[in-house]
């Protein structure tokens, strides 16, 4: 925008002209291939092996089955392949056009040989040419299809790594023509010499190369995709896809059966007399022209000292141009015309390849009046006046004569005959055309000053950044070049050049341009330098104009501020959406760093049902960094929430960048249960940006599967294991806690280091085949990498995941502890499994985790083994996770505290019961390290009645997991017993429906048989319907109970007031304070009710806990924390 505002392009003007779309089109460019030059050995439309077919173009719309390929008497499809016969690549081509016509594709097969083109050629010594007449003579003597079938049968003959050779010719045609004399095809005087040349000349006018070449309806193919196999795929796929263009053409009218199919083709805009792959190259440089200034290149001293964008400016400013119908200039002013097409020729125009470029571009003058030409010199040598002779006889002309005069006299002496003539001292004026005024022009060229050639050199060199003498062509700003010494860049290119630049960007912009009423001198100027700027921009989304009407009652308009550049931003949004939450706020900041034109336009529903919104949002979002008064960086951003609703129950929850994993640090409030009633002043929380996610995909190159149960690690060259992690089978996934710095992946020592080998990598921050995998996290954007893994030579059928490895990996676990305890050292690795009770449960809200620290204490009076707790730390409090490392030294337990990040392509939960419900049996496989067999999950209220080491040592039959079913004794709730009919009812087929409050997996057995993987895929599947999976954590595992067994667990395992009668209440393993759906009774209500020892244990922790606060404030009372390994350094390079 800036450089449209230097340009003097402002107001509604300027944001018409970046709405424009200049982006370079994708369509593929093709060749005319209506050209004597081929040879077609099959016509669909005359040959009568296709009789059969239907002819009508209609047939084009009867409905077929997808991927069926019409059999219709037209010309479509047209596959021409331009070979030299002697390359090793020719059988190959030859045998798949074979395959075409033999399986009667429907396809025209064209042939190009490109051989020997000298005068006279002796096709017994030159095997290309003995191919091409051994062609012409059998289609003399039969048709092409036959000829074809020869050159078949003699490909067939050469061996796999061979070269075609005169005998594997000559000895099938002895075989199939025992009669003819071979001198007759053969020899130098041959009558079978057709189109030998013109193949050649086909071939260099297409400007394709190298050999070989294959055009499908003139499009050549990438050099990538013409190994035969790749070449036959995608061929088949280009003719599906122009047969949905044919299609559109038919029912639109555009073709009829009268019309030849071939000619409707070749006349589509993409179709162009030469394909010049340097022109339509997708990577462009562009010159920066929206510099204005009044310096010129004529003063070179002055000249010199301008920075780049000033000499820009300078040589546009200095800048006389050619055109059709005459000349522009500042000087001589005889052309209205706008031309919206600029070249400038650079070269040495004192050497024959910069004459032959300009003389080119003058040829293609000629046809076309929306070009300019303007010239720059780039001298091979230090500029003289003696070394540049027709310089500055172009540079006098140009100076001094009227427009036609100027172009024919220049026209004459870049011929190259009279280009010598004057090199070797002829007087410039002796080619002079009628009407010049010879004394101005004598004046100019024999001026010794030459400051022009001076500077054009100059900026060739420093600006172009091009070699002495080098040539190139820049297009509206675009530096097409340098062009290399051979290079041919003909009158075809600068049609085609020409032609892109109108359609892509030129046209459009001599539209608006011409709005502005700029005198026509000035607007071609404009047209360039306005091209060069918006097509030198990033490839990004197309701009959409929309026409919105104004309205008074539904809109609000914030004007910009005058004489500034602005941006234009409409927002359309309906006021009660979450979308409208979150652009609201990000709108107000936008309009405090902007100067933006700004309408908010209202696009409400008319009738709604319920209420879309059920929360208040703010966005925390600062325009600036905000300092102190002692310049000092303000304390972080902060969400105000104010006049809320007194009377409400709410919940607060963060919504982060799918990278960051951010946890509560300081609040006293129970933040899932805000009741403002009871609230003194306000409710305060801190929170923190703990770590940054580093994320990536797997696979195994072998197989493209991702490799189950690999582990890599992530530390540094002084800390090589500061976390690790598992992969999943769903797309390869894992997660890296980091934080900002280098890292390097690895994989883990052990069976992953054992079986496999980094193959490559992308998006690290290290070459591709590096042994050492480095990522650096520099910002607080996603990192997503994606990494290739190989088995050893030594290890192809060795699985990650067998039985009976009795190596303990600690898995992703160790990422777990790091932040907490640092990172567990590979020799502090335990060689023993020690008898532990693995006990997994989650909470959040400190009603819930009054619930959890109770039935913590109920599962460790009940038990003689060591306990170990695993917690999710997500949504835990400041105030659970301050207290835990006391109570862990009080009863002497080891805990953990799970933390792991949903991942952002398994469907998101927005609820936060969903969300813990989700993280119940979601990630089972790849939360907990290998080393722990089996994981017993209780949920918080809960209370435990036995030894849990004998659920532990439960034996599952080999099923994963084990879950207690619901009981069905509490007759009266029979109502409420959803699973006994409808879809439940059918699925289960006289199973159990069980409950997910306890359960016991064995996790060896549920890594085998990837059941955490089947699980997150029928989740994804399940999620989509809002309808489904209203008990998330239940209906899943019972879901999919036939893919993934469940063992049933006795029912005294879980006795639940709701479901089981009073009777059984005695056997009662373990008690599970059920929602009642019948009474609705409070769970602190029916804890104290239902069972007696729940307020004893209540009352223990009460205690334990007020001690703990009145020694804390004392300082009398320090941590001992009982989580596994204590005592590891924390990473200190962070």
């Not at 509560?664 to 003194?680: A, F, G």
């Amino acid at each position: 925008m800036e450089g449209l505002h230097r340009l003097g392009i402002d107001g509604i003007s300027l944001q018409n002209v970046l709405k424009l779309n200049v982006q370079p089109s994708t369509a593929d460019y093709a060749v005319d291939i209506r050209n004597s030059a081929i040879v077609w050995v099959n016509n669909l439309e005359l040959d009568g092996r296709y009789n059969s077919w239907p002819s009508n173009v209609q047939e084009l719309l009867r409905p077929t089955f997808p991927g069926v390929i019409r059999q219709i008497r037209k010309n479509f499809h047209n596959f021409v392949i331009i070979v030299d016969p002697e390359q090793e690549s020719t059988s190959e081509l030859i045998n798949l056009a074979e395959m075409f016509l033999s399986n009667h594709i429907p396809i025209r097969v064209g042939l190009v040989f490109v051989v020997d083109d000298s005068e006279e050629v002796d096709g017994f010594q030159d095997a290309g040419v003995a191919l091409l007449r051994a062609f012409n003579y059998v289609a003399d003597e039969e048709d092409n299809y036959q000829a074809f079938q020869i050159v078949a049968s003699i490909y067939n003959k050469v061996l796999t790594g061979e070269r075609l050779t005169v005998k594997h010719v000559t000895s099938v045609l002895e075989q199939k023509y025992p009669y003819v004399e071979l001198s007759s095809i053969l020899a130098i005087d041959s009558a079978y010499d057709q189109k030998r040349k013109k193949g050649k000349e086909y071939f260099l006018q297409t400007g394709l190369s190298p050999l070989p070449v294959v055009l499908f309806n003139g499009i050549p193919f990438p050099k990538d995709q013409l190994e035969p196999d790749e070449l036959e795929t995608a061929t088949m796929h280009k003719i599906i896809e122009t047969t949905s263009f044919f299609q559109k053409a038919v029912y639109l009218g555009e073709l009829t059966n009268e019309q030849d199919v071939v000619d409707h083709v070749m006349s589509q805009p993409n179709v162009v007399p030469r394909i010049n792959l340097r022109i339509l190259e997708a990577e462009r440089h562009y010159l920066d022209l929206t510099t204005l200034n009044n310096f010129f290149v004529d003063d070179y001293k002055r000249f010199s000292t301008l920075d780049s964008n000033a000499k820009s400016a300078a040589v546009v400013n200095s800048m006389n141009y050619l055109s059709k119908k005459g000349m522009s200039s500042k000087e001589i002013y005889d052309d209205a015309f706008v031309r919206p097409v600029t070249f400038w020729i650079v070269g040495d125009f004192d050497k024959p390849t910069g004459r032959q470029l300009l003389y080119n571009a003058m040829k293609h003058l000629k046809s076309s009046n929306n070009v300019r030409i303007g010239m720059l010199n780039n001298p091979s040598e230090d500029p003289s006046a003696e070394t540049t002779p027709i310089a500055r006889a172009i540079w006098a002309a140009l100076q001094t004569q009227n427009s036609n005069n100027a172009k024919n006299f220049i026209t004459k002496i870049i011929k190259e005959e009279n280009a010598m003539l004057i090199e070797a001292g002829s007087d410039p004026l002796e080619f002079a055309v009628g009407g010049m005024d010879t004394d101005l022009f004598r004046e100019a060229f024999e001026s010794p000053k030459v400051d022009f050639i001076l500077s054009h050199a100059l900026y060739c060199w420093d600006i172009l950044k091009m070699n002495k003498g080098d040539r190139a062509i820049i297009s509206n700003g675009r530096i097409i070049g340098p062009l290399q010494q051979s290079e041919v860049f003909n009158q075809d290119d600068f049609h085609l050049l020409e032609n892109l630049v109108i359609k892509t960007s030129a046209q459009k912009i001599k539209s608006h341009i011409k709005l502005l009423g700029v005198e026509e001198d000035h607007a071609s100027d404009l047209v360039m330098r306005v091209d060069s700027l918006l097509s030198a921009q990033p490839k990004g989304e197309g701009r959409t104009e929309y026409q919105i009407p104004e309205e008074k009652s539904s809109a609000i308009k914030l004007r910009p501020t005058e004489g500034m550049i602005y941006f234009d931003v409409v927002a359309v949004v309906d006021p009660v959406t979450k979308a409208a939450q979150r652009v609201a706020p990000l709108l107000l900041v936008l309009k405090q760093i902007l100067n933006m034109n700004l309408r908010v336009f209202m696009n409400c529903q008319s009738k709604l049902s319920e209420m879309p919104l059920k929360s208040f949002f703010r966005y925390v979002l600062e325009p600036e960094i905000a300092f102190t008064s002692k310049s000092v960086i303000a304390s972080g951003p902060i969400a105000k929430f104010l006049d809320m609703p007194q009377s409400p129950l709410f919940t607060l929850n963060l919504n982060t960048p799918e990278s960051w994993m951010v946890e509560s640090v300081r609040t006293p409030y129970d933040l899932d249960n805000i009741y403002l009633e009871e609230v003194d002043s306000v409710v305060a929380a801190e929170f923190e940006l703990e770590y940054l996610l580093l994320e990536g995909h797997c696979f195994d190159v072998s197989t493209g599967q991702p490799p189950r149960g690999l582990q890599f690690t992530l530390g540094t060259s002084r800390d090589p294991v500061v976390v690790d992690t598992i992969v999943m089978a769903n797309l390869g996934y894992f997660q890296l806690k980091a934080n900002p710095g280098a890292w390097i992946l690895r994989l883990r020592k052990g069976r992953s280091e054992d079986i496999y080998n980094i193959y490559s990598h992308e998006g690290t921050d290290s070459e591709p085949g590096a042994s050492d995998v480095v990522i650096v996290l520099h910002d607080l954007k996603s990192k997503i990498i994606k990494v290739k893994v190989q088995k050893k030579t030594d290890k192809i059928n060795e699985d990650l995941l067998s039985e009976g490895t009795g190596e303990n990996e600690a898995g992703f676990w160790d990422s777990i502890t790091w932040g907490l305890t640092g990172g567990q050292k590979q020799d502090d690795i335990k060689t023993e499994k020690e008898d532990v009770l693995n006990i997994f449960s989650l909470a959040s809200g400190h009603l819930y985790e009054r619930f959890l620290r109770i039935m913590m204490l109920s599962v460790l009076k009940n038990t003689q083994t060591p306990v170990k707790f695993w917690f999710l730390k997500n949504y835990l409090s400041p105030t659970f996770k301050n207290f835990i490392p006391y109570m862990a030294q009080k009863y002497n337990f080891q805990y953990e505290l799970v933390q792991y990040k949903w991942p952002r392509w398994l469907h998101q939960q927005s609820e936060k019961q969903r969300i813990i419900w989700g993280y119940k049996i979601l990630f089972l496989d790849v939360l907990f390290p290998l080393a722990v067999d089996k994981i017993l999950f209780v949920d918080a209220d809960q209370i435990v009645r036995t030894d849990l080491k004998e659920l532990r040592d439960f034996n599952l039959d080999g099923a994963p997991y084990g879950y207690t079913p619901f009981c069905d004794s509490r007759r009266e709730m029979d109502g409420y017993r959803f699973w006994r009919s409808g879809y439940w009812a059918s699925h289960l087929a006289g199973r159990k429906y069980h409950i997910s409050a306890l359960y016991v997996v064995d996790l060896k057995k549920f890594r085998k048989i990837a059941a955490g993987d089947r699980l997150r895929g029928q989740y994804q599947g399940l999620s989509q319907d809002p309808n489904s999976l209203s008990n998330l954590d239940q209906d899943l595992p019972n879901n999919m109970i036939h893919q993934v067994p469940i063992k049933s667990l006795p029912q005294e395992w879980l006795w639940c007031e709701t479901w089981c009668d009073e009777a059984s209440k005695k056997k009662a393993k373990t008690i599970d304070l059920c929602n009642n759906p019948m009474t609705k009774e409070p769970k602190l209500q029916a804890a104290v009710r239902i069972v007696p020892e729940w307020q004893d244990y209540d009352q223990e922790i009460k205690k334990l806990y007020t001690h703990i606060m009145e020694e804390t404030s004392n300082g009398s009372l320090t941590q001992s924390d009982k989580r596994t390994d204590p005592g590891h350094e924390s990473h200190e390079e962070l």
